[in-house]
């Protein structure tokens, strides 16, 4: 991104405008992650075990590998599909990225795996374990100029919902190159999206159950270092997805309390939609204090407009309408913004 520190911040006074948001999709399954292109098509995950291609003109296409099992599934907010979510039953897309052929790389949060789905439907499984070890919950990939496939694995726990409480530090990223697969940094407490800077100098690295954002330094070869905190020590919630806008400013999804917020390049943290509802974000934040969240609590805690903000991706012409995926929407808000994003790697 390009930090424009001798202009005004664009965000500040800025917020989402409610009665201008619209919406694109219907009847989707569970859209954690959002990808645009250039020429406009907008892209979800989805929890029948592949993704929805959308465009505005109200065309939608399935991509999907599989023909009955998870076709079956009813819209989301169905009761049966919400204990399948907490439970990480079946095929769950989640996190998603372009490989530098055009074809899907997906975090699958159901299987544990790393796939490869072609524009043709055709799945395949990339990596299943490391060092022995099955991977735990994958959760975000990421393409590099090199062609590098970036990913994260948030925990090692079972079920994954209690690591919310034992906050384990098990969480960690992996990389696959030219050599394989290995692992270039631990220890992380539920390590979800990464991005990198411009010059990809620096990773940027969620950890929602820290409440927190973390980076690392990258050099040549993908090794990290020089771990730190960046912004507050704490953020007010669970950060899930997060994307740079053109000025400097991190644009953070908080899940859940369903509230997007950013931090600006000198460490201020500003709200821009706030769709939380008082009461169930009071008794959520109330039970992690106590180290005693369950699904209950979780499941009783949402906003109306994109019930558990999960993600946010630019995408239009100029990379100023933002879309926001979520975990129990069935279709995609966007919005336009004052700024642009940062271009992802398939757009440059």
């Known amino acids: 991104m390009i930090i424009k520190h001798h202009l005004s911040n664009p965000l500040k006074g800025w917020q989402v405008n409610r009665e201008q948001i619209g919406f694109i999709g219907q009847d989707l399954q569970r859209p954690e992650c959002i990808l645009t292109e250039p020429n406009g098509t907008v892209w979800a995950a989805d929890a029948r075990g592949g993704l929805v291609k959308m465009r505005h003109d109200g065309i939608q296409e399935l ?37 530098k052929n055009g074809d899907f790389i997906i975090a699958n949060w159901g299987t544990n795996h790393i796939e490869k789905l072609s524009r043709t439907g055709a799945l395949t499984t990339l990596v299943t374990e490391i060092d022995g070890q099955s991977l735990g919950k994958t959760n975000f ?44 940094a631990d220890g992380f407490c ?24 973390s980076r690392m330094r990258v050099k040549p070869n993908g090794d990290l270092y020089n771990r730190e905190i960046y912004g507050p020590s704490q953020l007010g919630g669970f950060p899930d ?16 309390t369903d509230e997007l917020i950013a931090i600006t390049p000198d460490g201020e943290v500003i709200t821009l939609l706030d769709d939380s509802n008082l009461q169930t974000k009071a008794t959520l ?64």
């Open 285 to 348: 934040f109330e039970a992690y204090q106590h180290q005693a969240v369950t699904p209950e609590i979780l499941m009783a805690t949402q906003g109306t407009l994109c019930p558990w903000m999960a993600s946010l991706s630019f995408g239009g012409k100029d990379l100023k309408t933002v879309y926001l995926g979520s975990l129990r929407g069935t279709r995609i808000p966007f919005f336009e913004s004052p700024v642009s994003g940062q271009k992802m790697i398939h757009w440059k």
């Open 141 to 184: 990939p990421l393409r590099d100029s090199k062609g590098r496939i970036w990913f994260t694995v948030t925990t090692r726990t079972e079920p994954w919902s209690d690591q919310i409480n034992t906050r384990a530090n098990d969480g960690y990223i992996a990389l696959m190159d030219e050599n394989g697969v290995r692992i270039v």
């Open 63 to 99: 991509l999907n590998p599989f023909t009955v099992e998870n076709n079956s599934l009813e819209p989301n907010g169905d009761k049966q599909n919400d204990k399948r979510y907490i439970q990480a039953e079946g095929s769950l897309p989640n996190g998603v990225c372009f490989d």
């Open 241 to 256: 997805g997060f994307a740079f806008d053109t000025y400097g400013n991190l644009w953070i999804t908080l899940i859940f």
């Open 190 to 213: 539920g390590t979800n999206e990464i991005r990198f800077d411009d010059q990809e100098e620096w990773l940027y690295i969620v950890e929602s159950t820290a409440w927190r954002i």
